[in-house]
């Protein structure tokens, strides 16, 4: 069996492209000599700068001698035309051929700069195991180098012709291999989506939950400005762990109840996690007051029944978080200072380029402040397409830094007409859906997001998008007030309520504006951040001719 690195592929559950990159893992796996090797989600470049995991060098296989093959993966339908093969997407084609030969063309650069020139030897392999390829003169790579769906059981026979197991042995092999090694610098990360485990995600490590805790001061009050990505999620659940473990009492405390009830099934069980008015009920029940969530200004209500509650020693913390700062009042710090021990330390988290309320910040005097503008959750090319369209209208998107793995999930682009019944949008919802599935995610993979808020969105009162059914909140509260969900596969939310979680595929829908305002600029900042893996953009033709000025989309 041949040596795979990264060597634990087998424990994460991949999707999208990735679930058909563990497929030939496991192909190449079984059937070459336990002396070759095979590099997968290889990345060509130092780790603060850009690199691709999956749309080119999917592997890099290594023979006994030190000979190197790229193989490049492409899976799903592909187009033969005049100029070459190509990977056709919602509304971009990709030559093939160009594609290959800028990573080869990377690769020799890298090489020859590690080990000199004439030292090695670089193969390309073309693998597209869906596609027959009916002129391989036309497609733009070496006939003998590709691997079609007619030839897809020899691909681990030519690729031991081209890299032969009894070569003499190069000078620069154990480079190579150390080379190839040392660039592989992420560290996987199983993450829950929405409550659901399982789902691959990778990011760099380091970052916000590792340095952050290592501060220390009196009193202990940081207020840490980061952007989407940054890890702010991993720094407060790792806070309350660090909490429990040496017997403190934490309380997380957050703005949507969407992102409160994702936090309490990661966090320690010891945790108290809640989102502010949660909060508010839970002091005011135990009081003896139990709010009537039926009332219309039941929010009003819950914020002045906390504030005017005593608060006694049962309700107060070792360790208050603070998530999504961005969107309290000012008159809730006040409010949440009384639930601090002697002592205590208070963390408050925000992000002001997620401030979908236009709130004005709120006022921490003499507060130790930490600022963070690294996103490592998005794509790449997800992040240019931020500054490109929401850096105009927001500056602090435009100085917003990219720490992803990630490059080359291609941004979808899908367009609708504006009516009155929003019968167009939801017919490209629909193919949008339809698209993610076909890239290889699971419907629990998806989360469609409407850029309007529930109730302007034509979207909310739907149970189902053609055969989709969809889980979403019906807009209703029981008698404790937890919310009611509607049952279904693909969950819809609108992006103020899944700010703070994030989704291997992420379909922003319903993106319409007749001028692209800081408002606007900031709501399709958050929605797009939401993305791991995969963004599809369904917006209207006025909205589009807009993201397609700012040279988002090829």
């Known amino acids: 069996?041949?040596?795979?690195?990264?060597?634990?592929?087998?424990?994460?559950?991949?999707?999208?492209?990735?679930?058909?990159?563990?497929?030939?893992?496991?192909?190449?796996?079984?059937?070459?000599?336990?002396?070759?090797?095979?590099?997968?989600?290889?990345?060509?470049?130092?780790?603060?700068?850009?690199?691709?995991?999956?749309?080119?060098?999917?592997?890099?296989?290594?023979?006994?001698?030190?000979?190197?093959?790229?193989?490049?993966?492409?899976?799903?339908?592909?187009?033969?035309?005049?100029?070459?093969?190509?990977?056709?997407?919602?509304?971009?084609?990709?030559?093939?051929?160009?594609?290959?030969?800028?990573?080869?063309?990377?690769?020799?650069?890298r090489f020859t700069a590690a080990f000199g020139a004439g030292t090695y030897f670089i193969e390309e392999l073309l693998y597209c195991p869906d596609h027959t390829v009916k002129d391989a003169a036309i497609a733009g790579v070496n006939p003998a180098r590709i691997v079609d769906a007619t030839r897809k059981d020899r691909l681990a026979a030519i690729i031991r012709e081209a890299l032969?197991?009894?070569?003499?042995?190069?000078?620069?092999?154990?480079?190579?291999?150390?080379?190839?090694?040392?660039?592989?610098?992420?560290?996987?990360?199983?993450?829950?989506?929405?409550?659901?485990?399982?789902?691959?995600?990778?990011?760099?490590?380091?970052?916000?939950?590792?340095?952050?805790?290592?501060?220390?001061?009196?009193?202990?009050?940081?207020?840490?400005?980061?952007?989407?990505?940054?890890?702010?999620?991993?720094?407060?659940?790792?806070?309350?762990?660090?909490?429990?473990?040496?017997?403190?009492?934490?309380l997380y405390v957050c703005f949507n109840r969407p992102l409160a009830d994702h936090i309490a099934r990661v966090a320690p069980p010891e945790a108290k996690v809640a989102n502010y008015h949660q909060?508010?009920?839970?002091?005011?029940?135990?009081?003896?007051?139990?709010?009537?969530?039926?009332a219309a200004d039941i929010f009003d209500q819950l914020e002045e029944g906390f504030a005017a509650t005593p608060i006694d020693a049962r309700w107060q913390f070792d360790v208050l978080i603070v998530d999504e700062g961005q969107d309290f009042q000012q008159t809730w710090v006040d409010a949440l200072a009384r639930l601090l021990r002697p002592g205590a330390a208070w963390w408050w988290l925000e992000d002001p380029l997620q401030n979908l309320y236009m709130r004005p910040p709120v006022d921490l005097p003499g507060w130790t402040t930490l600022k963070e503008t690294t996103n490592y959750r998005s794509p790449r090319d997800i992040l240019d397409y931020v500054r490109n369209v929401v850096g105009g209208s927001v500056p602090l998107a435009a100085g917003l830094a990219s720490g992803s793995p990630f490059d080359g999930s291609d941004i979808s682009l899908s367009t609708y007409d504006e009516t009155p019944t929003g019968q167009s949008c939801i017919e490209a919802t629909k193919r949008a859906i339809t698209q993610a599935l076909s890239l290889g995610f699971r419907k629990q993979d998806i989360a469609v997001l409407s850029f309007r808020g529930r109730d302007?969105?034509?979207?909310?009162?739907?149970?189902?998008?053609?055969?989709?059914?969809?889980?979403?909140?019906?807009?209703?509260?029981?008698?404790?007030?937890?919310?009611?969900?509607?049952?279904?596969?693909?969950?819809?939310?609108?992006?103020?309520?899944?700010?703070?979680?994030?989704?291997?595929?992420?379909?922003?829908?319903?993106?319409?504006?007749?001028?692209?305002?800081?408002?606007?600029?900031?709501?399709?900042?958050?929605?797009?951040?939401?993305?791991?893996?995969?963004?599809?953009?369904?917006?209207?033709?006025?909205?589009?001719?807009?993201?397609?000025?700012?040279s988002a989309v090829e």
Request: neutral net charge; proline residues 4%; hydrophobic residues 45%.
């Open 1 to 109: 069996m041949a040596r795979i690195v990264p060597d634990d592929w087998k424990n994460l559950a991949a999707t999208g492209a990735a679930a058909r990159e563990r497929e030939t893992l496991t192909l190449l796996e079984g059937a070459l000599p336990d002396d070759y090797t095979v590099y997968h989600g290889v990345h060509w470049t130092r780790l603060n700068q850009g690199f691709s995991v999956f749309g080119e060098a999917d592997f890099v296989i290594v023979s006994p001698s030190g000979r190197v093959m790229i193989v490049e993966q492409k899976t799903g339908f592909l187009r033969e035309t005049p100029k070459g093969l190509v990977k056709v997407y919602l509304q971009t084609e990709r030559n093939v051929a160009v594609a290959l030969a800028r990573t080869i063309e990377g690769m020799h650069r």
């Open 164 to 250: 032969p197991a009894d070569e003499a042995r190069l000078a620069c092999a154990a480079k190579i291999h150390h080379f190839l090694a040392d660039e592989l610098a992420l560290t996987p990360d199983a993450s829950a989506l929405v409550g659901q485990a399982g789902t691959l995600v990778t990011r760099l490590a380091g970052g916000l939950a590792t340095w952050a805790r290592r501060l220390e001061f009196e009193p202990f009050r940081l207020r840490v400005i980061g952007t989407a990505g940054s890890g702010k999620t991993q720094l407060a659940v790792q806070v309350m762990a660090d909490a429990v473990a040496r017997g403190a009492r934490p």
């Open 279 to 294: 909060l508010c009920d839970w002091v005011l029940r135990d009081a003896g007051r139990a709010p009537d969530f039926q």
């Open 456 to 550: 302007g969105s034509a979207l909310t009162a739907l149970d189902q998008l053609g055969p989709h059914r969809l889980r979403s909140f019906t807009g209703k509260y029981d008698l404790f007030g937890n919310p009611e969900y509607r049952e279904g596969d693909v969950l819809l939310e609108s992006i103020y309520r899944f700010k703070g979680q994030s989704a291997p595929c992420v379909i922003l829908t319903e993106v319409d504006f007749e001028k692209f305002d800081e408002r606007a600029a900031r709501k399709l900042f958050v929605g797009a951040t939401r993305a791991t893996l995969k963004l599809i953009v369904v917006a209207s033709q006025r909205a589009a001719s807009h993201l397609q000025g700012a």
